[in-house]
């Protein structure tokens, strides 16, 4: 059975806990770790991931969460794909101004470290609100998960637990937010921090010309 975005995260946030702590994340933590509303929440996703056989849990110890040797074996296929995928040779530079010399210079661009931060995802732009942060629609912006942003940042931010939007976030004053578009033509997103969920930062920015 396959996973959804949002099992994925959780399977990636626990692995990251364990790797950094030793031990396995409480439920209060993976919600707070994810920005999900309630514990209610977190429970149904691990219900689900052990019925998918990604995780399971010892019900006599507490912090019991246990990665299955199936994610790990996901996880490591995943690993060897992109290993395979993530370089490019890097021949030089060249000018998008005046002309200069273009000089040979072989690297290799290693496009991993776009995506080594575990659970990030992709997601494809419609509409054109970031247009002049060079963000056009039918883009793809890659996105590292994160609760835990700063003023200015690109983000995906969920209204109300419905509305997702890509835009630059701003803390103001009050408790409210400002979700601001890279379009003169278009007003800003004010809506309180309490019906705001920041579910990530924009890494980088990928368009395919053919």
Known sequence: MALTRRQKQVLDFIAQFV??????PSYQE????????????VHK?????????????????SRSLDLTQKYLQMEQRRQEASAGLARVPLLGR?????????????????LG?????????????????????HICDGDVVLVE????????DIVVALIGGQE???????????????LQPANAGMQPIRVPLSELQIQGRVLAVLRKYR
Do not use: C, W
């Open 94 to 110: 060249i000018a998008a101004g005046s002309p200069v010399e273009a000089v040979e210079n072989p690297e290799n661009l290693d």
């Open 45 to 61: 996703h691990i219900h689900a991931l052990e019925a998918k056989h990604y995780l399971k849990r010892s019900f006599n110890r």
């Open 30 to 41: 993976i919600a707070e770790g994810l920005g999900l509303g309630s514990l209610a929440t």
């Open 113 to 133: 470290v776009l995506a080594s931060h575990p659970g990030t995802y992709a997601l494809q732009v419609r509409g054109d609100s970031m247009i002049e942060d």
């Open 19 to 24: 790797e950094q702590h030793g031990y396995s």
């Open 145 to 152: 998960p994160s609760t835990e942003v700063h003023d200015g």
């Open 164 to 178: 997702a939007t890509l835009k630059r976030f701003y803390r103001e004053p009050g408790g409210f937010a400002r």
